[in-house]
């Protein structure tokens, strides 16, 4: 795990830690020294902590004027133990919302497993977003990962399967994965 690395190549366009508006803003990386870890497995340092032991991301992009964002994950997304959901909802998503950041892309593909609990951090951030004409979209999140949230009845706050799953998002520049995404989603919400 320790060689996977944030996606890089939109660095030049958008880098969190020299965002002030960012929850990241400040935080400084080192190349060097791998000190965050998913259980016994070290993880490559650029990823962001927030809180959780397993689960780590990295804001790739923002757009204040559209109001999204792009973010990686990796990891173990673990609410049973660590209350993750809590975590990145008060977090991360909460000062994104404070600057109207109401529509979030999520890339789950290095998210290992995921571990329900209770949803009302789901529940709560799925009605902010709604009110605001937001949504949540999983882009490319492992199949038995999204079964887990199906059978957690979770993926009903958020946009997910379908050409989601298959998007080559690494070969888009940010604006027009949005684009994509959002097109999926306002097909799926009928408008």
């Given at each position: 795990m320790h060689t996977l690395e944030p996606f890089y190549n939109w660095q030049h366009r958008y880098n969190a830690e020299e965002d002030d508006r960012s929850p990241f803003?400040?935080?400084?990386?080192?190349?060097?020294?791998?000190?965050?870890?998913?259980?016994?497995?070290?993880?490559?340092?650029?990823?962001?902590?927030?809180?959780?032991?397993?689960?780590?991301?990295?804001?790739?992009?923002v757009d204040y004027e559209e109001g999204y964002a792009i973010i990686e994950m990796i990891g173990e997304?673990?609410?049973?133990?660590?209350?993750?959901?809590?975590?990145?909802?008060?977090?991360?998503?909460?000062?994104?919302m404070s600057h109207g950041i109401v529509r979030f892309i999520l890339i789950g593909e290095n998210v290992l497993n995921h571990h329900p609990s209770d949803e009302e951090y789901y529940s709560e951030w799925f009605e902010e977003v709604s009110d605001a004409d937001g949504w949540i979209a999983l882009l490319n999140f492992r199949e038995h990962v999204r079964d887990d949230l199906k059978a957690a009845n979770i993926d009903?706050?958020?946009?997910?399967?379908?050409?989601?799953?298959?998007?080559?998002?690494?070969?888009?520049e940010p604006e027009?994965?949005?684009e994509r995404v959002s097109a999926q989603v306002m097909k799926r919400l009928g408008a």
């Open positions: 803003f400040g935080t400084e990386h080192s190349e060097f020294e791998f000190i965050n870890s998913v259980y016994d497995h070290v993880i490559h340092p650029q990823w962001d902590e927030f809180g959780s032991r397993t689960l780590y991301l990295k804001t790739l992009f997304w673990n609410d049973l133990l660590y209350n993750d959901v809590m975590l990145l909802k008060r977090d991360v998503i909460e000062p994104m009903r706050y958020f946009l997910l399967g379908g050409q989601l799953d298959m998007m080559d998002w690494r070969t888009f027009d994965l949005y």
